[in-house]
């Protein structure tokens, strides 16, 4: 079966790629999924699979606690689902995607369009092809190689194509309060081949730093909100030494700094010749996966509440808790698709996998925590240009990646009956 | 004459504040002087001078090296000056006093319009009270007091009305080179009726500050430009604290930081979880008399071009000198024009003038500098609500200050013939 996966793959290669390069110049930034979504529906329609496609509005989701998003309109964002039933009898799985794609940025630090799609020694071009829909692709290919090859499975593989991923997921929010969710889930996320079971959380924040002001030739007459500002930047350089010396997770160990604080902008003042009274940072704060999002605000908040400083004490910085938001995520090491997704790794690319914890949030914290369904990230996009000008993937890696899932979800949701298929694997194929 | 003086400024009263409240009603924010300065113009012919209205345009003035403004367009901003001949033989004097104000800044702090004039328990409101057409209806009343009276002088008296003072004295550098010079200046600005006879320069700088990105959730593989800023801010800290501890005239005994460092505006970073790879400060720094312009900047560039980090020796931080700047300024405290300013403050005030030096540069300093001019600062307005909401002047403090300087010019200009004016009338007035 190894051999005709692979085979299917290699022939199905031209196709595939001038859909992926489809799939990349469709411009498919917040707000702008439906071209892309559209696509993606006829495409499970060509494969022969029952495909839903809705725009989420229901009170459920739009007030559920964990709705993060920057509106609440997603009439031009339709989420996309389809499901390769099984037999019955057998674990099912989620394989989960999002089309939304982060805007080019400054675009002359792009040496071509930034949705030109073009390949280049192997590579493609364009923003979106690593984040994600070179894994998005893996997934459509794995799906529609079970259908080809007529792959007899008892449990139920269910897609998630979704939006808004990378303001906080309400795209999966949404799909979980559908009912598409399962035992386990693959989020083929650009993790370079890495396998990642744990993924940071994260939040945004907004501290407001005051002062009072004054002429600047008399500053002596106001207080500086940047002066104070230094001192709230140490005491949340402090805050995350002492958040990270608490994490003992053997997945972090390499990992310089598991749960960063990082201090992302920073604006205030309004003369250059007048004491600024007020000055504003917004930052990320990382969740490991051992946390609530909960603890780890009031965590924040109590730190700057208490600050060694008298006006500061007077006046304390104020906390906003604004914009995006990821759960973190985590799935047992010994998890049976850990160890089924491990397996075909090896096999496949004839080494080990590097197993870590992730440095950033995915839809798995969601697909975790509101959907029950574990999720483990993995996909062959490359991490350091996701988000970059010049965001590429290599064309190789997503074949190598669809060939791994294709055959863990035949693994997983079995041709052979319910129980714990990692033994049943290993005795098949010692 | 002190008698005279003083009853003819008493019956002036509702005239001039009604001629106050007429010109703080004309919003001369720059680019939008010429309506007052109609006005004044006006004012100086009824009272008999002739006057000059021009709109400055060489390019002796557009290419001083002193000159500094936001624009070389100045159609919308004519300059006024008047001569008050002499009969030859006496000193002569500037009388100088611009007309621009700063924007009203935030709305909703000012308790009634920002132009409204309004007159409350004897304090007259209005962005421009105070800074500086209280201090201008002072040399008004004295001009016109002088010619009603009809006072013969020896020494001219010389009055500018200029604009952009407030983004670094344009107005009265055109004035200076179309020859409105004189041996000494008297200029209005709101000193709390202190008498100012050094001032403080001051100019704008901007320090860029580059770090390198990286995704927030990686941090550690990016440098901060914010980290490095706070190193940046130390630095220029430390340099303020060097700057002050040389400063040994005794007009700054009372004040705490003579040459102040300002930082009034940060900006950088672009989203709260990607590592922000520039931020900018925007400050000012104070420039003592017995400084130049140039020997400062060097200080503050040699300073941030050697800092104790790796990182900033290999990025160093840039240093642009942009916007406003304002020449520092002084005169010998035993000149004969402080002299007699002191004695008819003490006699009309009945006590002592405060003497210091001011905190905050004027148009003294190109007055000093270009048009060899030693200038004294002193005027009726309220330092504390210059470019504040809610700015005003009290009135009875315009007329108090008038009438010191009318009889202060009548002693320099001198009805006595040349020679040290202060003798004589210490003789004349035991």
């Not at 007030?63 to 674990?91: E, I, M, W």
């Not at 940025?105 to 040496?111: A, M, P, R, V």
């Not at 914009?323 to 090896?346: E, V, Y």
Request: aromatic share 6%; hydrophobic share 35%.
């Amino acid at each position: 079966m190894k051999k005709k996966v692979q085979d299917w793959m290699d022939r199905q290669k031209p196709e595939a790629i001038a859909f992926l390069q489809e799939m990349v110049r469709s411009k498919s930034e917040q707000g702008k999924e439906k071209e892309v979504q559209m696509l993606i529906a006829k495409k499970l329609e060509s494969i022969g699979l029952e495909v839903d496609v809705w725009h989420p509005d229901e009170a459920e989701f739009l007030q559920h606690p964990y709705f993060c998003a920057t509106r609440t309109d997603f009439s031009a964002s339709p989420n996309v689902a389809a499901v390769l039933k099984g037999s019955g009898g057998g674990r099912s799985v989620v394989l989960n995607g999002h089309v939304d794609v982060v805007p080019p940025g400054d675009l002359t630090q792009w040496e071509n369009d930034p949705y030109s799609g073009e390949i280049k020694d192997g590579k493609l071009y364009g923003r979106g092809a690593t984040d994600m829909k070179g894994g998005n692709l893996c997934l459509l290919l794995a799906l529609q190689c079970l259908k080809e090859l007529n792959v007899p499975l008892k449990g139920d593989v269910i897609f998630h194509s979704v939006m808004e991923e990378e303001s906080g997921g309400a795209g999966t929010l949404a799909a979980i309060l559908r009912g598409y969710t399962a035992d386990a889930a693959i989020i083929p996320e650009p993790t370079n081949m890495k396998i990642f079971p744990s993924q940071q959380g994260s939040m945004w924040f907004r501290v407001n730093v005051y002062g009072r002001s004054a002429h600047g030739g008399t500053r002596y007459e106001g207080v500086s909100a940047l002066e104070k500002t230094m001192i709230v930047v140490k005491e949340l350089q402090e805050l995350e030494r002492a958040r990270n010396e608490r994490i003992t997770d053997p997945l972090y160990e390499s990992v310089p700094i598991p749960v960063p604080i990082n201090l992302g902008k920073i604006s205030g003042g309004e003369w250059p010749s007048s004491v600024p009274d007020h000055i504003v940072i917004e930052g990320r704060i990382g969740v490991a996966p051992s946390e609530t999002l909960e603890d780890v605000k009031h965590e924040l908040e109590d730190r700057l509440a208490s600050l060694n400083d008298e006006w500061l004490q007077e006046h304390p910085p104020t906390v906003e808790w604004f914009g995006a938001q990821w759960l973190p995520g985590s799935i047992d090491q010994d998890h049976d698709l850990m160890k089924l997704l491990t397996r075909r790794f090896t096999e496949i690319c004839q080494n080990e996998p590097v197993i870590e914890a992730s440095p950033w949030g995915t839809d798995g914290g969601l697909l975790t925590a509101v959907g029950s369904t574990p999720s483990i990230v993995f996909g062959p996009g490359v991490t350091s240009v996701a988000h970059y000008p010049n965001e590429h993937i290599e064309l190789d890696k997503i074949f190598q990646a669809a060939v791994i899932i294709t055959l863990t979800i035949m693994d997983w949701c079995g041709e052979v009956g319910s129980g714990t298929q990692t033994e049943l694997l290993v005795k098949k194929d010692p």
